[in-house]
């Protein structure tokens, strides 16, 4: 088992920084693919189906969604669940926040931010 702070911060920021990469690229892959209702009904499901495993950037953020819970995994097998649970829920949160403003154009209003804001002081709590 790794006891070190820097070894935490490390394990929980591969989990963050993989989760966050594969939620933002799902999400523009699922944008650039439109309404799958509307897919399926003039090319069938098959069509839909297809729609979405030919994207790149679908795959892409499968892959880093995949790359995320190996790293959670890792990280669950070598520090604290009462530390690493908490702090990569709660630290995706804040940085699906900060890129679906900045890569997504997603207006982000004033609520969340103070809500990132505050997971932020929570996690800095439970860190120390």
Known sequence: ???????????????????????????????SIGDLDEIRAKRGIFGAIGAVLSSVKFITGVTFMALSFFSLLFALSNADLSLVAPATASLTFVTNAVAAKFFLKEAVDRRRWIAAILVCAGVALITH
Do not use: E, K, W
């Open 1 to 31: 088992m790794i006891q070190n702070a820097g070894a935490d911060a490390l394990m929980i920021g591969s989990v963050v920084v993989t989760a966050t990469v594969g939620d933002i690229m799902i999400a523009s892959a699922m944008r």
